[in-house]
């Protein structure tokens, strides 16, 4: 148990529809990441949330919307999505007051969009 | 930018042998964090072991331990006695050192190498 926790585990959506995926993480840190996993691809880092603050956005398409109402919960909202946009969504923390603070990951969720 | 480069996409090692997975990564900073991770078939992100660039000392974790050669900026995983519960994917990260603004706080990832064990 990493104490970062992501819900659904698993998800299925036509291209028309609306979802929400949920990260939780109940170890007291600061910063929040979502980052985007791909068959044979580096991992992709999407966004950054610093104290409930977006820092970072890494020219992800629209039809992704983050939201952090709180230093512990974060959520990706997904809309008229594209079959590309199949892949495993791994939500991470991290302290915010260190250069040595690692980051811990949730499970993932494995999104397929048809 | 950083980058980071596994270039062994599978490896598969007998039960109690060891194996080496190899990581190089290109940076222009000389000083940063590189990590381990592994990612086990749960899809959780564990981190196995961490190497501080100013340290010249190899980490080391239980059967886990590094060849961190700055110079040549190369990071290479040794797992010693080799077992079942070791077969995962195994992610080489890079981080930055300084923390001038919050956003580089985050980790650049190689593409993965997965470790298959052989009864």
Not at chain 2, 68 to 89: E, N, R, V, W
Request: glycine fraction near 4%; hydrophobic fraction near 35%; charged fraction near 20%.
């Amino acid at each position: 148990e990493t104490g970062v926790t992501q819900t659904p585990r698993h998800l299925v959506m036509g291209m028309t529809n609306k979802k929400s995926l949920k990260c939780e993480q109940h170890l007291g840190h600061n910063a929040m990441y979502w980052y985007k996993q791909s068959a044979k691809k580096p991992l992709e880092l999407m966004f950054v949330y610093s104290l409930e603050e977006r820092v970072e956005n890494n020219s992800v398409p629209s039809r992704f919307s983050p939201e952090c109402p709180n230093s512990s919960h974060l959520f990706l909202h997904l809309h008229t999505l594209q079959p590309e946009d199949s892949a495993l969504y791994l939500c991470a923390s991290s302290q915010d007051d260190s250069g040595a603070t690692e980051a811990f990951f949730g499970q993932g969720t494995r999104l397929t969009v048809v | 930018a950083q980058t980071v480069t596994q270039s062994q996409p599978e490896m598969s090692v007998q039960e109690a042998e060891t194996v080496t997975l190899s990581c190089t990564y290109d940076t222009s900073e000389s000083d940063y964090y590189l990590f381990w991770y592994k990612q086990p078939p749960s899809r959780q992100m564990i981190l196995v072991i961490r190497q501080e660039a100013y340290k010249q000392q190899n980490a080391t974790e239980n059967r886990f331990s590094v060849n961190f050669q700055k110079a040549a900026k190369s990071f290479s995983l040794k797992i010693s006695d080799s077992q079942l519960g070791d077969a995962a994917m195994y992610f080489c990260a890079y981080r930055t050192f300084f923390i001038s603004n919050f956003g580089n706080e985050k980790l650049t990832f190689g593409t993965g190498t997965r470790l298959t064990i052989i009864p």
